[in-house]
């Protein structure tokens, strides 16, 4: 990290949190874009109202927003380069393999020989078993429980408190509902709510 300081990109709710990792992690949050104009401070944070690719150009950014398409969106006309921020009190296996743009929250745990693309949301007192695999732009909400050797394709949300059985895939784009129980393969761009989840809904045109 350039000189502990880091850039982030989005100044909403889900900003704040990204503010107190690094915090958490002693780095300095030089400043914060967002596209809303009447913003001009997150907390002691400084926000711009326009992307500067030429600001700090040697500080690595994350994107500070929740919203999964939201989030690829932005990634395209970034110029910075991105990093990980990982929570102290969260616990990764030493043998996770993360690409970039990553956000591990307080108390989440990653086990062995997962597999986390770029851009993901892993929040506060989830927990991802061994040998999964999630793709860019997934985000795991808090308290979702993902068992081993589960397969979650891009942008996917999973909500908070759901639970994943072994050996399930999971189609990119699709959301499932908080308190879900996943007991089978579910399709791309599906809605799924309930105990057991059941497909309420195909977003694809959403």
Not at 37 to 45: A, R
Not at 48 to 64: A, V, W
Not at 148 to 155: A, D, K, L, T
Not at 191 to 205: A, D, S
């Amino acid at each position: 990290m350039h000189n502990n300081k880091i850039l982030l990109y989005g100044a909403s709710g889900h900003a704040k949190v990204i503010c107190s990792i690094c915090e958490s992690l002693n780095l300095l949050v030089q400043i914060i874009f967002d596209d809303n104009s009447k913003m001009k401070k997150l907390h002691q944070y400084i926000v711009k109202d326009q992307y500067d690719d030429c600001f700090e150009r040697n500080t690595p950014l994350i994107i500070s927003i929740g919203n999964n398409k939201v989030r690829k969106k932005i990634s395209s006309k970034i110029a910075h380069k991105f990093t990980n921020l990982i929570h102290p009190s969260s616990v990764v296996d030493i043998n996770v393999n993360f690409g970039v743009g990553n956000v591990i929250f307080q108390n989440a745990t990653i086990q062995r020989d997962t597999l986390i693309g770029n851009h993901c949301i892993i929040n506060t007192n989830s927990s991802v078993d061994h040998d999964c695999i999630l793709n860019d732009f997934v985000h795991i909400s808090p308290s979702a429980t993902l068992c081993g050797n589960i397969r979650v394709g891009e942008g996917t949300h999973i909500g908070a408190g759901a639970t994943i059985i072994p050996n399930i895939k999971i189609g990119k784009w699709c959301v499932v509902g908080a308190g879900a129980v996943i007991t089978e393969d579910i399709p791309d761009y599906s809605l799924v709510v309930g105990v057991p989840g059941r497909v309420i809904k195909n977003t694809y045109n959403d």
